[in-house]
């Protein structure tokens, strides 16, 4: 028992530096915040690079006979070269490799120099389809960082705007790279960019820009903090009508939000009650940063940031638990996620504020949250399953809420297949919190031990015994020895489940 509780506090209970198993989601999340900021962008790039093409039909010329042109000092000749290039790299961004065979970077930089403005924009456009592409092929211009920061000086928005999302393309990425865009003073010129009344596409693509550079290990939050970032945020939720510069807004706040130390400034400048507006929004895409900010606030190493979110103000709690049952309702997978998170971080509290918990939804929203959430087990894929059962588990943390619910349980059957199905996970941890699970009921209902092996616990926990990690073997061992030896009898069960 003793084993149980600590690997259960190793993996759940939360720390100053945040819970193990939200740093082990990390990976998946800059995935996530990358592919949603990319759609944002896709059309308004289509638009930009058509909008250049327009007028002029494009064949597929050689790599050999483009970097020719490129040499030649005949200007004309080399804008043409640049639009063949920009059009080969659009159908396919891995072809800029065959274009590297000729030293075209070299050519690249010292066409820049020049003082056409067209010939910088097809430059930068071309970057633009670079930048798009796979983290090695990035890795391939971030020599051209110092020019992308002049460009943004330029007096040209669609210059600007285009060096915007290639610099959001690769600081995200690539670290070294923004580090040296910080150097080079971008964070002040893009602070001076957020003037949604000046511009609004470039305010957008400015706050986009920020909210990458702000991700990925050691980010630059205190230089952006004090060029004021949250007097521009508060204006842009000034703005009623939901866009893209609240998306970007609200990201930036996530990034912001994974420390503690602005957290005050957030409450006291009232923008979490403006944060908390896009926690029921219609757009999907707004929803999923302001639950972040939230879950943010509950995991704070400091309690009373917990009790700012769920105790402080019943109002404004009631309002978390509708919008979670809302969305659990609604079956819409991406939110679901986002929503067993934010439960995962509710429960991480202790015994007499879960059961507080479990009460305000049943008594304000009518609805057994816990049931809620196991229905998500039965029901719903591997990804949603863990996340439930994470959030679940964190909930079970104090046995009484464990034995409350297992005894009122009345699809305890269906509900012990979805949760043992996670025994098949790749990730050891997952498959060692459901092993948790496993001796957490038998301790608690010996009697239940038949039904653990009618819903194939017993033969799944087996088939672990020749599994190449050595805990997982010996755990999965050591409770069929535990609760499933000699003296197991398989006849000694509660028929009622």
Known sequence: ??????????????????????????????????????????????????????????????????????????????KKALRHMKFTISQNPESFYDFQKFDIIKTLLILIDSEDLEVKLEIALILLHVSSGTYKLKQTILDFGSYLVSFLNSKDSKLQEISLIIVANLSGDCLNFRNSLV????????????????????????AFAISNLLKGEDPPLSQIVELNIFDKLD???????????????????????????????IIDSNLMDKILLFFKSTLIDLRIPAIRIIVNFLYSSDTKYYDYIINENLERTLFIFTGIIDVLNAKEDKLIKEICWLCSAIFNSHEEQILEIIELFEKKCETNILEQLSKIIINAHYDLKREAAIALMNAWEWDSVF????????????????????????????????????????????????????????SMLEKLRNHPNKSLFQRADDIIDEFFSENYDPEFGDEEY
């Open 235 to 265: 204006i842009f939720f000034q703005i009623e009508k939901e866009s893209e510069i609240h998306y970007h807004a609200l990201w930036i706040l996530s990034y912001l939000t994974s420390v503690d130390e602005y957290f005050k400034v």
């Open 1 to 78: 028992m003793k084993n149980r509780f600590e690997r259960r506090k190793k993996l759940y209970k939360k720390t100053s530096e945040k819970s193990q198993i939200l740093e082990k989601r990390n990976v998946t999340l800059k995935q996530i915040r990358k592919s949603k900021k990319d759609r944002n962008l896709l059309k308004r790039r289509i638009e930009m690079i058509s909008e250049s093409s327009k007028g002029e039909e494009y064949l597929t010329v050689p790599p050999d006979m483009i970097a020719k042109d490129l040499a030649s000092d005949n200007i004309d000749l080399i």
């Open 403 to 458: 034995i409350h619910f297992i005894s009122c349980y009345k699809n305890l059957k269906n509900f012990l297949l979805g949760f043992f199905s996670l025994l098949n996970s790749s990730d050891p941890d997952i498959a060692h919190m459901i092993m948790d699970f496993i001796e957490l009921l038998l301790n608690c209902f010996p009697k239940l031990a038949v039904l653990v092996e009618n819903c194939d616990g017993i």
């Open 183 to 206: 150097e080079n003073g971008i964070l002040e010129i893009l602070i001076a960019l957020l003037e949604p009344n000046i511009s609004f596409d470039l305010c957008c693509s400015s």
